[in-house]
C-alpha cells in the first residue's frame, strides 16, 4: 500500500518570499508523484508530476518539485511567491500495486501575506 | 465548457433523503472517479469505475453507491444521507496506465445534509 505525508497543514509566507511544501511519501514498489493546487471555490488541477528521468520537476506558475527516492521525498519548491499563490496543495503518489489510481495527502494550504 | 461537469454544484438535504450527484466528461476518458474532501482529511476514494462494465470500491464507500450509465457519466448516490456525509465531493477522470495519476477534476460538489 502507498501513502502520503505532508508535514505542514498550513504554510504563511509574505510576498516574494521563498517558499517549500513538504511532502514524504512511502511505497514497496516505484512510485509516480504528483503536486495539484486547489485555488478557492474550484477543483483540483494538476501543478506538476514525476513519472521519470529527471528528478527535478517543473510545473506551471514557477513551481518546481525534486524527487528523491533515498529520502521518499517530492518536496515542492518556488523562489518567489505572489499574493495569487494562496491555495490549498496536495500532494500524491500512485504505483502499479494501487492500479496506478493516487493516494492524497491531507493537503497543506500556503497563506501569501502582502 | 468544462470538460468534466458536475451537477448540482451545492444542495442542501435533510437526514434520510436520497441524493445522486452526476458527472459528465468529455475528455474521452475510461476511468473516472468519485472523492470526498473533508477539511483537513484530504481526499479520500469512494468508487472507481475504469470501463462501463467495471465498478470498484474506494476507502470509504459505506453509504454510497455508483452508476456508470455510459463512457461520460458517472453518478453517484446517498441512500439515505446522514450528517457525517457533509462534504465537497469531486469526480475526476484519467486515462490509464502510469498516466492514472494524472487527474482532471470537476469544480464539485458542495453537499451540506442536516
Known amino acids: 500500500a502507498q501513502s502520503v505525508t505532508q508535514l505542514d497543514s498550513q504554510v504563511p509566507v509574505f510576498e516574494e518570499a521563498p517558499v517549500e511544501l513538504r511532502c514524504n511519501y512511502s511505497?514497496?514498489?516505484?512510485?509516480?508523484l504528483f503536486w495539484y493546487v486547489q485555488y478557492p471555490n474550484q477543483g483540483l488541477q494538476l501543478l506538476l508530476k514525476y513519472l521519470s528521468g529527471s528528478t527535478l520537476v517543473k510545473g506551471i506558475n514557477g513551481f518546481e518539485a525534486e524527487f528523491n527516492k533515498s529520502q521518499t521525498s517530492f518536496h515542492l519548491r518556488k523562489p518567489s511567491v505572489h499574493i495569487s499563490d494562496t491555495a490549498e496543495y496536495f500532494c500524491a503518489v500512485s504505483a502499479s500495486g494501487g492500479s496506478y489510481i493516487p493516494t492524497f495527502g491531507r493537503g497543506t494550504s500556503l497563506i501569501v501575506h502582502p | 465548457d468544462a470538460d468534466v461537469t458536475q451537477t448540482p454544484r451545492n444542495r442542501i438535504t435533510k437526514t434520510g433523503k436520497r441524493i445522486m450527484l452526476e458527472c459528465s466528461q468529455t475528455?474521452?476518458?475510461?476511468?473516472m472517479y468519485w472523492y470526498r474532501q473533508d477539511p483537513g482529511l484530504g481526499l479520500r476514494l469512494i468508487y472507481y469505475?475504469?470501463?462501463?462494465?467495471?465498478?470498484n470500491k474506494g476507502e470509504i464507500s459505506d453509504g454510497y453507491s455508483v452508476s456508470r450509465q455510459a463512457q461520460a457519466k458517472f453518478s453517484l448516490s446517498l441512500e439515505s444521507a446522514i450528517p457525517n456525509q457533509t462534504a465537497l465531493y469531486f469526480c475526476?477522470?484519467?486515462?490509464?496506465?502510469?498516466?492514472?495519476?494524472?487527474?482532471?477534476f470537476g469544480e464539485g460538489s458542495r453537499l451540506t445534509v442536516l
Open positions: 475528455k474521452g476518458h475510461d476511468r
Open positions: 511505497s514497496s514498489v516505484s512510485v509516480y
Open positions: 469505475s475504469f470501463d462501463v462494465k467495471d465498478i
Open positions: 475526476a477522470t484519467s486515462e490509464g496506465g502510469v498516466n492514472t495519476g494524472e487527474l482532471f
